[in-house]
């Protein structure tokens, strides 16, 4: 059975920290890792990543795969009250060459305290 | 305008009522999903479509059918409605052939009582 499973499901920190978020996952044909940040509405996307060892960076936040351990962690540094989200890993499954679902962990809830 | 717009935006309902959550979109992708979102447990895909004559059982279609309309409308039926299907429900997009990925409607808050 596909899973994919995200720590720790909640976490507070203050303002100026730094966080790591880790997804593992047991998916078969994978085809790739996607992170989303969630407000109070719909899942915006952060990162998609296919290759492993290859890190994704935007501004704060950076993400890295590694598809031997079957794991990814979403970094984010100087961290401000507006990352208070909740933080979705998906894993793309392969269909015919294509893309297919995506299975979803249950999220990371991150607070940020000023 | 919103690339993926959800109706209704909320709706309040009674046990055994038929409802239907309606997605349209203007991306022009050929991909549309429905999910629905409980507290604590992530998304889980409830139906998918690859095309308008291409429609899939997700892992959670049980209580649910769907309709696709057209390329770009994909609505999703609950037949009569109980309470545990008290949801947050997203729709979203994508297309076959890029490395674009699914993009999502604002969701569709559905309480049953």
């Known amino acids: 059975e596909d899973k994919v499973v995200q720590s720790p499901l909640s976490l507070v920190v203050h303002e100026g920290d730094t966080v790591t978020l880790n997804c593992s996952y047991e998916?078969?044909?994978?085809?790739?890792l996607l992170w989303y940040k969630q407000e109070k509405k719909a899942p915006t996307f952060l990162f998609m990543l296919?290759?492993?060892?290859i890190e994704k960076k935007s501004g704060r936040l950076s993400s890295i795969l590694d598809k031997k351990e079957l794991f990814s962690i979403l970094n984010i540094t100087a961290t401000q009250t507006g990352d208070s989200a909740v933080y979705l890993c998906?894993?793309?499954?392969?269909?015919?060459?294509?893309?297919?679902?995506?299975?979803f962990g249950k999220g990371t809830k991150l607070s940020v305290k000023p | 305008d919103a690339d993926v717009t959800q109706t209704p935006r909320n709706r309040i309902t009674k046990t055994g009522k038929r409802i239907m959550l309606e997605c349209s979109q203007t991306?022009?992708?050929?991909?549309m999903y429905w999910y629905r979102q409980d507290p604590g447990l992530g998304l889980q895909l409830i139906y998918y479509?690859?095309?308008?004559?291409?429609?899939n059982k997700g892992e959670i279609s049980d209580g649910y059918s769907v309709s696709r309309q057209a390329q770009a409308k994909f609505s999703l039926s609950l037949e009569s409605a109980i309470p545990n299907q008290t949801a947050l429900y997203f729709c979203?997009?994508?297309?076959?052939?890029?490395?674009?990925?699914?993009?999502f409607g604002d969701g569709t808050r559905l309480s049953i009582l």
């Open positions: 479509s690859f095309d308008v004559k291409d429609i």
């Open positions: 998916v078969t044909n994978f085809r790739s």
């Open positions: 296919t290759s492993s060892g």
């Open positions: 991306k022009g992708h050929d991909r």
């Open positions: 998906a894993v793309e499954k392969n269909y015919g060459g294509s893309q297919g679902n995506l299975i």
């Open positions: 979203a997009t994508s297309q076959r052939g890029t490395r674009e990925p699914q993009h």
